[in-house]
């Protein structure tokens, strides 16, 4: 059974009302951020690139580059789709939260280590690898506990999940948000340190 | 309609766009993202995926979550430097043109930059931005000035600026070609030492729109409308020299097509022969 096929019959076995992160999905397919009431006055955005275009910005209009960050905005909604759209919706704006949840139910997909993703450097993230652990913690507590709504399965401190959820978002690996947190606490600190 | 010859049934492939995205710049990724769904709306491929280096999904992560057993990774950049021979291949665990990860066989394709291709794009959007019966008159009364970014620190990045430069030099449609540079000589600030022509072309050779393109590389060549706020018109005087200046190359009209055919010459140089039309 390939994955969406998998995510067919997920669906047929949960109906509607679903929640995956802020979103709501409603029979039919529609789609919206759970804040809402699906009716007329929401705007319809009418193509995936729409949908992905649209929520690069907060409601202050402001780019919004962490696609889980709390906050997505409100007003609009995307649909009739069938299982199939629905799914590349929901990948659309939290990009393989499916293909993730699937993986990791099926263990064809795992967590991948802070140290893993820091060896691989070879440019300026490269330093991080002096401090990876201090540096994972505090971005840890600055970052993904304050604005991020995936639950972390790759740093060792279990993280709640902040929203009620059908399909949990997981967090399989240091996004580039979080590589560039940690450069610049890795800066501040050895500037710090050399005051 | 174009008929090309290609590796593998693309419908059973999917197709990695990798650019390098901001996160501070919302702009930056949008050429990769549009490019992305012109082509996902031709449906040639089982998929086609969007991926950054500085944006989600990341190259790592794209690379580990795509089920196809064929993906063609595209480097949206127009460069073959220091991302397209490091970064993406340390990111996406990439060993050669061919890489064989598990159940999957990644073919990795040349950047978008260094398809001769480009040059027609660029020629296109000046066609586009003149009167057409304008066009032959002008031109060829015309200098046409390619402005790149340069660095030091990476010889190779000035290569396809030089590359389409001679590609367009050798057309003979304008009477004089230049290359400038933000970063490196000859700077673009000092480009009315060496451009005798009236008629100026300016194209920002940068693979999407930010600063540099609607800020920096204007000012310097002395345009004083701001080209964020608000669309302006063309010419634009300066100094009594009639500027036009286009989009950025990455974004012109036809990059699908570019993209495409990188593929397509990837099959090509492993001698593949089914074939495709899009």
Redesign the interface.
């Known amino acids: 059974m390939n994955l969406l096929e998998k995510w067919q019959k997920w669906l047929s076995e949960n109906p509607p009302p679903l929640y995956i992160g802020e979103l709501q999905i409603a029979e039919g397919y529609w789609i919206y951020n759970r804040k809402d009431q699906l009716n007329d006055s929401l705007l319809c955005l009418t193509s995936l690139l729409d949908l992905k275009l649209y929520l690069r910005q907060d409601e202050r209009g402001h780019y919004r580059p962490l696609k889980a960050e709390m906050g997505i905005l409100r007003g609009w909604k995307y649909g009739p789709v069938d299982f199939k759209g629905l799914f590349y919706a929901i990948e659309a704006i939290y990009p393989f939260a499916l293909t993730h949840w699937f993986g990791l139910k099926a263990r064809i997909i795992g967590p991948v280590s802070f140290q893993k993703t820091i060896g691989r450097q070879i440019g300026m993230y490269k330093v991080i690898e002096k401090e990876a652990d201090f540096l994972a913690d505090r971005t840890v507590e600055a970052l993904c506990r304050v604005k991020c709504l995936r639950q972390n399965l790759w740093h060792g401190s279990y993280s709640e999940p902040k929203e009620e959820a059908s399909i949990p978002l997981v967090c399989l690996e240091a996004c580039p948000l979080f590589l560039e947190h940690s450069r610049k606490l890795f800066f501040k600190k050895t500037t710090t340190l050399s005051k | 309609m174009s008929s090309f010859p290609h590796a593998i049934d693309w419908s059973k492939a999917s197709l990695v766009l990798a650019g390098h995205?901001?996160?501070?710049?919302?702009e930056a990724a949008?050429p990769v993202?549009?490019n992305a769904?012109k082509i996902?709306n031709k449906k040639l491929f089982e998929n086609v995926y969007e991926t950054?280096?500085?944006?989600?999904?990341?190259f790592?992560?794209?690379l580990?979550?795509i089920?196809s057993s064929f993906i063609y990774v595209v480097p949206f950049f127009l460069s073959h430097g220091?991302f397209t021979a490091?970064?993406i291949p340390?990111?996406m665990g990439i060993e050669g043109p061919m890489t064989r990860m598990g159940k999957k066989m990644v073919h990795y394709c040349r950047a978008v930059g260094e398809n001769p291709r480009v040059s027609e794009l660029i020629i296109e959007a000046i066609n586009r931005a003149i009167d057409f019966k304008m066009a032959s008159s002008i031109l060829s009364e015309s200098a046409l000035l390619l402005v790149s970014h340069g660095t030091k620190k990476n010889v190779h990045s000035k290569e396809t600026t030089y590359l389409h430069w001679n590609i367009l030099q050798k057309k003979g449609i304008f009477k004089e070609c230049h290359v400038f540079f933000l970063e490196e000589e000859p700077r673009i600030s000092s480009w009315k030492e060496y451009v005798r022509s009236k008629y100026i072309f300016a194209v920002p050779f940068f693979i999407s729109e930010g600063d540099h393109s609607y800020v920096d590389v204007p000012k310097l060549m002395g345009i004083k409308k701001s080209l964020r706020t608000s669309p302006i018109s063309y010419p634009q005087d300066v100094e009594g020299r009639y500027v036009w200046y286009t989009k950025a190359v990455g974004t012109m009209e036809g990059m699908e097509q570019v993209i495409l055919e990188q593929v397509v010459a990837f099959d090509e140089s492993f001698g593949k022969v089914a074939k495709v039309a899009f």
Do not use: C, D, M
Not at chain 2, 21 to 26: F, H, I, Q, R
């Open positions: 995205g901001s996160l501070y710049n919302s949008l993202y549009i769904e996902r950054f280096w500085k944006e989600e999904p990341s790592h992560q794209t580990l979550s089920p220091f490091k970064v340390a990111e």
